[in-house]
């Protein structure tokens, strides 16, 4: 495993990359998650971002990547990962298995690296998993690790990426297994000024806020939807989708999301 990738981006000004998110590739191809194939509507989800935020430099897969942690669903996941031409960084969610997926995600363009050089940027990809909760921690290793890579790369602008949502989104059945120590992480965040936006998964559905002059934003699912505000889960009959980010040099952020049926945000 590759700790620190680096990447040069195709245009000196910016770097362009996806993120997808939540994917819940299952074991079995018969299984469904809410009447929903997972890898068929990933591989919509590709589609659509081939077709309309194409090409991109990397994409980001921020957690959830199966929903039954098993060496099959990784290699089903595989499948797919490994027909895009472009590096694909895997973190781990509430589903994933951390070991598991440092042992098979880590071939030709699929990693787990924890940091990637991309021009002007840093992304730092976070492991938040927790077991047996579908609520998450970060480690003080994880910690240290932020802390040690926010001091290593303070003449670039970065972007954090995890599962786990650091901030209520409004949803209690949610809120209630988001990340479980966000005053441990935000401490380590606010002793830098060059964090310029953290990134997460596990809500499946969009999430556009700001703290303290930094971007915190949340995507759809590439499958299944969550109906935000709701306090109870509910399924949200919204499309599956993706998020676009150009990263520019500058250290602005251009992004939206897209899904199936058209731009939402
Ligand atoms: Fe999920």
């Not at 079995?28 to 589609?47: G, M, N, Y």
Request: aromatic share 8%.
């Amino acid at each position: 495993m590759n700790d620190h990738f680096k990447i040069e981006p195709s245009n000196q000004d910016y770097a362009e990359l996806l993120q997808i998110t939540d994917t819940h590739i299952f074991a079995d191809e018969k299984d469904t998650f809410d009447d929903v194939d997972t890898r068929a509507s990933l591989k919509q989800v590709l589609d659509l971002a081939r077709g309309n935020d194409w090409p991109v430099d990397t994409i980001l897969a921020t957690g959830d990547l199966v929903h039954d942690a098993r060496t099959i669903a990784y290699e089903r996941l595989l499948e797919v990962f490994t027909s895009i031409e472009e590096p694909v960084f895997c973190l781990p969610g509430n589903h994933d298995s951390p070991g598991l997926m440092y042992e098979l995600l880590n071939t030709s363009n699929v990693h787990t690296s924890k940091s990637i050089e991309i021009g002007a940027w840093v992304i730092i990809m976070l492991d938040s998993f927790l077991l047996n909760t579908h609520a998450g921690q970060l480690q003080q290793h994880e910690l240290d690790l932020l802390g040690e890579l926010l001091e290593k790369h303070q003449d670039k602008h970065v972007l954090v990426c995890l599962h786990h949502p650091p901030v209520e989104i409004g949803s209690d059945w949610m809120d209630g297994m988001r990340l479980n120590n966000p005053q441990e992480f935000f401490a380590v965040l606010d002793r830098y000024n060059h964090v310029k936006a953290v990134l997460w998964g596990h809500i499946h559905q969009e999430f556009n806020a700001e703290r303290k002059g930094v971007r915190l934003m949340a995507s759809p699912s590439t499958c299944v939807q969550f109906m935000p505000e709701s306090g109870e889960y509910r399924k949200d009959g919204r499309a599956a989708g993706y998020r676009y980010l150009k990263l520019h040099s500058s250290g602005e952020i251009d992004t939206h999301t897209r899904r199936l049926h058209g731009v939402t945000g």
